[in-house]
């Protein structure tokens, strides 16, 4: 069964830093990953979507790479600002079974 | 850009009502979904449609729950005899295709509150 695991669970950054967010998941067997932008009380906001054959995908100030072998991906914001502040939540699409996501990462920027 | 829509936003109930809630997924899409999340916790599976039909539901949609797509455009999620464990914020999504093929698009969410 796929299991889905988000580090940190929090993290505060002062405004203008670079940081990396953490999902790890237990079966290599994926289609795809898919990051997610959650504000408090809201919706999910898709931030990015890599298959299993890339590598990585980039939008704007956002990064996101999968090392599938290694269950591995990683969110990459550069230069962070306020309105960054938000939960992240990755979740693994595994084909014929529906997303699996993590409890997430609740990233506040500090001004 | 076209989105998902649900409606209500907020649903209140007594336990033991039934509720509705409504979606509206991206017109061209094929493939449905309902999760949930209650406060705190993971995004769930609930069930995913396609074609008229459930193609997949996990161990939470059980008897008290049904889904629809009563006309081209709407998507319902049915909760028969609501329960105070049913309180959570349920998101419809929506994908043109299946298999982990393309991106999942969520609507807002309804949050259900069962007193």
């Known amino acids: 069964k796929q299991e889905v695991t988000q580090i940190p669970a929090a993290l505060s950054v002062p405004e203008g830093e670079n940081l990396v967010l953490n999902c790890s998941f237990t079966?290599?067997?994926?289609?795809?990953l898919q990051w997610f932008r959650q504000d408090p009380g809201k919706g999910l906001t898709s931030l990015l979507l890599?298959?299993?054959?890339?590598r990585e995908q980039t939008s704007g100030r956002l990064n996101a790479s999968l090392d599938k072998s290694s269950g591995r991906s990683t969110l990459y914001i550069a230069a962070s600002q306020p309105g960054d502040s938000a939960t992240y939540l990755c979740a693994v699409d595994s084909g014929n079974t529906p997303l699996v996501f993590g409890k997430g990462t609740r990233l506040s920027v500090i001004a | 850009e076209p989105e998902v829509t649900q409606t209500p936003s907020h649903q209140v109930t007594q336990m033991g009502q039934e509720v509705i809630l409504r979606c509206v997924p991206i017109?061209?899409?094929?493939?449905f979904y309902w999760y949930r999340q209650i406060l705190g916790q993971k995004v769930e599976f609930l069930v995913s449609f396609y074609n008229n039909e459930i193609s997949e539901k996990s161990e939470i949609f059980d008897d008290q729950f049904s889904v629809e797509r009563p006309d081209g455009s709407n998507f319902t999620l049915k909760i028969r005899s609501t329960k105070l464990e049913d309180s959570a914020m349920y998101f419809c999504?929506?994908?043109?295709?299946?298999?982990?093929?393309?991106?999942?698009?969520f609507g807002p969410g309804t949050r259900l509150t069962v007193l």
């Open positions: 999504a929506s994908s043109r295709r299946g298999g982990g093929a393309e991106e999942q698009f």
């Open positions: 079966d290599s067997a994926i289609y795809n």
């Open positions: 890599i298959q299993s054959s890339q």
């Open positions: 017109s061209n899409h094929l493939y």
